[in-house]
């Protein structure tokens, strides 16, 4: 089976620059989060959707950052313009929630961005 | 305060040794605990849930205070595939879920 993919895996730009991440979920999962990891602050909740809607976006650092999931098996997020301090792992997740429970998150392998 | 605080180690020890991570917790409400592991430079994994009456799969051992809000993490007889960081998670929310990670705990198992 398929987990969930991610592209690209290693993104080198230059400030000022626009970013697309692109995320497939799990088929038949039903919520999908965005991650960035980083040695200083680990693992941080950017966004999640839940059904393609965005639930709590509190955690995307500024408005240069922008997600979207136009259907249920595609994902982007979108930096723009980058910055050198954007320079992060970001790891797409998905799983299958229902309202009172709690079900495995699958993690992507993630896109290491570096912006110069 | 951070709402989830591990040691970050690393945490040095030789095959065959049990080790033990330790996990605070802010949010009295929470939950849900959870103990994922992720490999230097993978993405993170679940290694176990963690319950309140404690929960074992083969050597691995999981803990819950509520009263300390504490999640510990035991490893008993240490594998060189053990080595990685442990990641304690956390999710205060009922509904649409959110995890909140600590920073990790990590691991080196040596021959």
């Known amino acids: 089976d398929a987990g969930v993919i991610q592209s690209p895996r290693h993104e080198v730009t230059e400030m000022g620059q626009e970013v697309t991440l692109r995320c497939k979920p799990i088929?038949?999962?039903?919520?999908l989060f965005w991650y960035r990891q980083t040695m200083m602050r680990g693992l941080e909740l950017l966004i999640y959707?839940?059904?393609?809607?965005?639930?709590?976006d509190s955690g995307m650092p500024e408005d240069r950052f922008s997600a979207k999931m136009p259907n249920a098996s595609f994902s982007t997020l979108k930096i723009q313009p980058s910055e050198p301090r954007d320079s992060a792992v970001y790891f797409c997740a998905s799983s299958l929630q229902g309202q009172f429970s709690y079900n495995e998150q699958f993690f992507g392998p993630g896109t290491r961005l570096t912006v110069l | 305060r951070k709402e989830v605080e591990q040691d970050p180690g690393p945490f040095n020890v030789p095959e065959g040794a049990t080790v033990a991570f330790n996990c605070t917790y802010s949010n009295s409400a929470s939950q849900s605990f959870f103990w994922y592991r992720q490999d230097c430079r993978k993405e993170p994994k679940l290694l176990m849930s963690?319950?309140?009456s404690g929960n074992e799969d083969g050597r691995f051992t999981a803990q819950l205070n509520r009263a300390s809000q504490y999640i510990s993490l035991l490893i008993r007889d240490s594998k060189l595939s053990d080595s990685a960081t442990y990641l304690c998670v956390v999710n205060g929310n009922t509904g649409f879920q959110k995890l909140v990670f600590g920073t990790g705990t990590r691991l080196l198992v040596s021959p």
């Open positions: 959707f839940n059904n393609n809607v965005p639930i709590d």
């Open positions: 088929s038949g999962h039903n919520s």
């Open positions: 963690v319950y309140s």
